[in-house]
């Protein structure tokens, strides 16, 4: 399908060739992965890949995920080559610049054809088993005829040593994810020298234990790279393995293979020598006309395939086709508003004593049968994340159309691939774990806020109060901890209907991920109803009024404590208004007005209690503040003698504000 | 080799009854894995592991991890029947309670026997690598007389499910770790069910993939498990996996195989059940003397191999012995605190313009010749991390006496492995990565905190200061992340001579451990040298006095910033005292009046400066202070180019001090 008039290998020099130039230009960059897999990467986009330059995000597009992220430049220079138009030749010059689309790693969203943020090792083929997830699921529900696409993944050494990248393999095997091909480039090199030096896997042995389909080819061979694909394509319920024997730095005369290309410039001399030995005889940046011309016809190959898609989106059953556009649009319908505040009304009325755990599920289940979108999950805590509800049926690699995903212990692969799914579009993904295992997943929750998708963590078992389990168990620092991640909504709700609102701030936030932290143990509902969405702006007067001298603020678990002390303060004549503050980001983008009202002017008593570290609190207390929370790691001991213990209780409040208003 | 009054069945089944009734009676924890395993732990207890109950910190004995550590029952149960003295039955009895040392999972510290913190999966295995290493490292030093013993591990399917687990994995067979062998707990299932639920890995194929000596037998068959651990010890070159096929909750009449035994008490009728079937017609923790004397046996059968150990130990030349003695109790030899005044000496007279990279490499390498303890490492990225110095030779299977761990790729499984390290005792170990890559050993860390124990991680690329590498290399919330960990610390120098001083709090930290926050771009020289250890206290008036009414505030590459800032103003005739601060946690240490004299009184105008997110930082401004920093996250450019972006110099330090001072 190639055009005639290039050969392959020229159009993989062109590759090699700007990747080169773009280092050397840039001084910093990685030229050693995009020349070692211009071969496997020409062969792909020119035979397999369906894409369409001139509409990048065509839905049923394949998806090509650079899981090995440094090696930008391969990426780069095949969209420029095959013609995105906001990747232009001068962008290309830019690289590494600040403002530029070509950032050193690809950023997700800085350009398209960027279809997800990659450089920390192993997080796009992470990413990989979500995209390929969506795409079983949505193929499910609207038919091959409108989502029939593959993943298609380039990976590096790196990507296969990281734990998210085994736990990825092992999970993609266990899903049966057919339409997941991974290209490794199997070069031999990473930073320090030759793998040796850190590794002996026998990879293909290993992705063979996961359940893989396995092929190894040299990477320089199209021919036999094109032979691999199409095994590969046509193995439909295993994903697929293709060990790329590479050289990295193909091409460069002293330093291929070699860790010397992998993270710095080749240097004039030596790019001018693979210049030479490529028979590449085109100044920096120059693509002859005739290579440029087969390059752009790769970029409009997929047009016939986009028109007949186009057809079939037409032919569609007009409820099914807006169902569709919805999704894709990542809109709610409308009944989900409804059943949230229709829920919150019930919950005013029969004040459940839930843990919020178990409001969360009670939520879910109003919410996914109106909202089809959604695929739950959870890392092995099914039972004491409450994220599994009644209609949902677990996905396998028999059930396809399962919207449950047991993750297996298994929490960074799990939001890695939460990632690649919002990023695919169509589905919205939750997820849960216990709120101490952030840390085990992460890096995956920086990069959904890096790159603004919506993705739900669902984050139980929230405090000390989870009891006996103890201090390897009971987050202390992990409020602050996530709430330093900029661009993340940390939601904290204290009963089932703060809980019903956060899961709808949630839902509606399609460029912000959350973090909805529950607790294990029951707590009293709190609040009323009312049409208004209270949480949403992070912070609330929940009892008494703004007149009063004294805030008490807390947030989950805590909200009853300020409530009681309150009580306890009101004995003694002193006014207090609970503020409950289940989000701190959301009220800091309140205005100034906003905040005052609810937190007082300079000099109100201000005590915040959470069952965590005070860590950052000072923000809020302002000059008469006091924090009541933990100081350092927690125990193992049941949860009312733990609070008792670490001296979070009301009689705790009362006392800091008679200290602080003496 | 047991004793022949008690039958291996019965001396099992003591270890379930007392797994059985601790769960039940504290109506909370996991019966499963200690019945599961109860017979496979009996033939490791009775005829392998080397230790002696009455001296449990023998330093020859073998270590013994619990990676599975929710089945803490197990490990106490061995304890107290072994004859541990603090491990009492009222203790059992007390298990999950507060004050009690059987913590729901297993802590370092609370009890002699526990030779690490496990319940966060996998991470017990991680550690085992460094206990393997550690023993290895010091045999070769000390010699087979002295150092001379096996890590055993029992780990289960959440240990190889999670990525930490994985990387351990290929860590451990590409050294070819001789003295670990890894009991398997195969039950086939985990909290959410079986595990066919979420995997399908072929775990024997997928350990020998990555090089591992694998054996697969009948947990329930003491002879075979027998035959088996005597197999994996003769295998010297390569770690051993025994798969064990176990049943979860073995001996439970309706429960057993379920995963309804794994988290929750059995209750009392399943327990009455499982008395009758496995034939144990005794109280609630009452074991019948035979069976107690012959586990007692058990606990003392290690005496005359400590016996002969002792003679050894006498029989060594002095000054090994010394050496011995010493690292053993992990003091330094007083050459290290010589050779870094020395070198800080030297530095303040040179005045180099190193990065802080470069100056923790500098001290390092006047360190390590003085301290044999070190074990230096990088998660591929020595070169930039700039970890290993010039005597240092990489450690690998043929060359097992190498101080360096080319850990590859794999941020989790080094911070386990040198959380076992520290463990072990005898080493110090140290490892790099890029400080964004914290997030992805956070757990780690977290149990380095948690335990109290001396590592070192040395994170370097701390800022956008590393460029062009853009926004998922650059750290901007890690700072105020780890600081929000309790128990750790984190060191963030200006330059060589507070990197010095950095590293010398974090060698003589034996109970803490410390993260070396460095920059990848040079710094001025900023300090004098002198004797003491002016980063010990956290922060300190670097320039100007204690009388200046504005204090500006820095740590790392940021103080130049602060200085020249210092200078805008002195231009304007406004006064202000520079403080270095490297550490908020030491600083916190001190006391009011120090603090005081260095933040100055109430009123005292202060900015502080971090090319970080402010998160926490209104700790230390007091009700006239402003921060400049990071609001988001960063982007690919030069360094220069990102600071000037984000606003992050000295005129926006001096700007801020006006808004605040007018």
Redesign the interface.
């Known amino acids: 399908m190639t055009d005639q008039t290039a050969a392959p290998r020229d159009m993989a020099n062109a590759i090699r060739a700007l990747a080169m130039d773009a280092v050397q230009q840039?001084d910093?960059?990685h030229p050693g992965m995009p020349m070692g897999m211009a071969d496997v990467a020409t062969v792909l986009f020119s035979k397999f890949l369906k894409f369409d330059a001139s509409e990048p995000n065509w839905p049923d597009r394949d998806r090509f995920i650079l899981s090995a992220?440094h090696g930008s430049m391969l990426l780069y220079s095949l969209l420029h080559l095959t013609g995105y138009a906001d990747m232009t030749l001068d962008e290309l010059k830019k690289f590494?610049?600040?403002?530029?689309r070509t950032?050193?790693?690809p950023?997700y969203g800085h350009a398209s054809g960027i279809e997800t943020?990659?450089?920390?090792?192993g997080q796009g083929l992470g990413n990989s088993v979500g995209f390929a997830l969506a795409e079983r699921a949505l193929s499910e529900r609207f038919g091959r005829d409108i989502v029939d696409h593959f993943t298609y993944v380039i990976a590096g050494?790196?990507c296969l040593?990281?734990?998210?990248?085994?736990?990825a393999i092992?999970?993609a095997?266990?899903l049966g994810l057919g339409r997941l091909i991974v290209l490794f480039d199997d070069n031999g090199i990473?930073?320090?020298g030759p793998?040796s030096?850190?590794?002996?896997?026998?990879?293909k042995?290993?992705f063979?234990?996961?359940?893989w389909h396995v092929l190894s080819v040299d990477g320089h061979d199209a021919e036999a790279v094109t032979r691999a694909i199409r095994k590969a394509r046509n193995v439909t319920d295993k994903p697929s393995l293709i060990a790329c024997k590479t050289v990295i730095g193909y091409g460069a005369p002293t330093k291929a293979g070699t860790a010397a290309t992998h993270g710095s410039p080749l240097g004039k001399d030596e790019i001018a020598g693979a210049r030479a030995k490529l028979g590449w005889n085109h100044g920096p940046f120059d693509i002859p006309e005739a290579i440029f011309s087969a390059w752009r016809k790769i970029g409009a190959r997929g047009k016939s395939a986009r028109r007949k898609w186009n057809k079939n989106l037409a032919a569609m059953a007009p409820e099914d086709r807006a169902e569709f556009d919805r999704r894709q649009k990542g809109d709610l319908p409308p009944a989900v508003g409804e059943a949230i505040a229709a829920f919150k009304a019930k919950l005013a009325s029969d004040k459940p004593s839930w843990a919020t755990r178990k409001s969360s599920q009670e939520a879910l289940e109003v919410i996914n049968p109106v909202l089809p979108d959604t695929i739950g999950g959870?890392a092995?805590?099914?039972?004491?994340n409450n994220t599994k509800t009644a209609t949902l049926k677990?996905a396998?690699?028999t059930d396809t159309a399962g919207r449950y995903i047991?993750?297996?212990?298994?929490?960074?692969?799990m939001a890695a691939a939460m990632n690649g799914m919002a990023l695919h579009g169509g589905v919205i993904p939750y997820g849960g774990t216990f709120m101490?295992?952030t840390?085990?997943c992460?890096?995956s929750i920086?990069?959904s806020?890096?790159m603004g998708v919506r993705v739900i963590y669902v984050m139980t078992h929230d405090s000390i109060g989870l009891?006996?389990?103890?201090?390897?168990?009971q987050p202390?620092?992990h409020l602050?901890?996530l709430?330093?991640?900029?661009?993340l909504q940390v939601l904290r709700p204290a009963d089932a209907i703060e809980t019903a609102e956060c899961w709808q701030i949630a839902l509606e936030a399609k460029h912000v991920p959350s973090v909805l932290a529950l607790t294990r143990q029951n707590l009293p509902t709190v609040r009323g109803a009312g049409d208004e969405n209270l949480c949403a702006k992070g912070a609330y007067i929940l009892a008494g009024d703004e007149s009063a001298p004294i805030r008490l603020i807390a947030s989950g678990s805590e909200v009853q404590l300020a409530l009681a002390a309150r009580d306890l303060l009101a004995q003694e004549g002193k006014a207090a208004a609970v503020v409950s503050m289940p989000s701190w980001e959301l009220f800091a983008a309140q205005d100034d007005s906003y905040r005052t009202k609810v937190m007082g002017g300079d000099g109100t008593v201000r005590v915040a209690c959470e069952a965590a570290?005070g860590?950052?609190w000072?923000?809020w207390l302002g000059?008469k503040g006091a924090f009541v929370g933990m100081?350092?790691?927690g125990?193992?001991?049941?949860a009312s003698?733990?609070y008792k213990?670490f001296g979070i209780t009301a009689e705790a409040i009362a006392e800091a504000v008679r200290r602080l208003a003496q």
Chains 1, 2 share one sequence.
């Open positions: 840039a910093s960059g992220g590494r610049q600040l403002g530029a950032a050193g790693h950023e943020t990659t450089g920390p090792l050494d790196g040593m990281e734990g998210v990248g085994q736990e092992t999970l095997g266990h990473s930073i320090d793998t030096l850190s590794t002996s896997e026998d990879h042995k290993r063979a234990a996961a359940g959870s092995d805590l099914t039972g004491s677990g396998s690699r047991y993750y297996g212990i298994r929490e960074h692969a101490v295992f840390d085990y992460r890096p920086r990069l806020a890096l009891g006996e389990d103890g201090p390897t168990h202390v620092e602050p901890a709430r330093a991640i900029p661009n570290t860590f950052g000072e923000r000059s100081k350092g790691f125990a193992s001991a049941k003698d733990l213990h």
